[in-house]
């Protein structure tokens, strides 16, 4: 199965939940700016979005969207979606406010030369995150037990660090945690980046 990534990217999400279920892949980085692979090739032929995480599993069955990957890939595993009758569907609710409500806000934040913008988003995320520090139901977001969700969550709270963002303290303990994990270790020695806390 072979997992297309970019480092620091969303697809990290992806690429820790990769490592904690211990399914087989061979994990090839993207330049998301010239959509080539580290061969040279050209990564539009195998995704024309262009965009990354993307996995092809065994199949030839192309999977995108980081939404549908991390469900799919959580699947796989133990215990990485929440239990209980409604248990997915409220992973899915999170994963989505995660990948829009979050990651979008984020991306514009990164690439906007606009000082009176970048103003707004980072109020508006702000705002955000605190809201996401109060549905944490425990040391995660769906009690003591990861999920796939806390992955996706763990490269905002990264991102918010790039940025200068401050983090409610319940979402550095959270990042703390998740960063003691073997599969976060894994994935932060592959991609070639720090770990944001010296607990990990």
């Not at 050209?42 to 990957?69: K, Q, R």
């Not at 992973?91 to 906007?112: D, G, N, Y």
């Not at 319940?170 to 607990?199: G, I, M, N, T, W």
Request: net charge negative.
């Amino acid at each position: 199965m072979d997992f297309y990534y970019a480092p620091t990217t969303c697809s990290q999400a992806a690429h820790i939940l990769l490592h904690e279920t211990g399914l087989q892949f061979r994990a090839i980085k993207v330049d998301v700016f010239t959509h080539r692979l580290e061969d040279g090739s050209d990564y539009e032929s195998i995704n024309p979005n262009g965009y990354v995480p993307a996995l092809m599993p065994a199949d030839g069955t192309l999977l995108t969207e980081n939404v549908a990957l991390l469900d799919w890939i959580a699947g796989h595993g133990e215990g990485l979606i929440p239990p209980g009758a409604m248990g997915r569907t409220r992973h899915l609710q999170m994963l989505a406010f995660i990948s829009t409500e979050l990651q979008k806000p984020f991306v514009r934040l990164f690439f906007s030369e606009s000082e009176t913008e970048k103003a707004e988003l980072t109020t508006i995320l702000s705002k955000r995150l605190r809201w996401t520090a109060a549905q944490l139901q425990g040391a995660y977001l769906f009690g003591d037990h990861f999920s796939a969700a806390d992955a996706f969550l763990y490269v905002m709270l990264r991102w918010a660090a790039m940025t200068g963002m401050e983090i409610a303290h319940e979402l550095q303990k959270l990042a703390q945690l998740v960063e003691c994990r073997d599969s976060v270790r894994a994935v932060l020695a592959r991609e070639s980046v720090q770990p944001l806390h010296a607990a990990a």
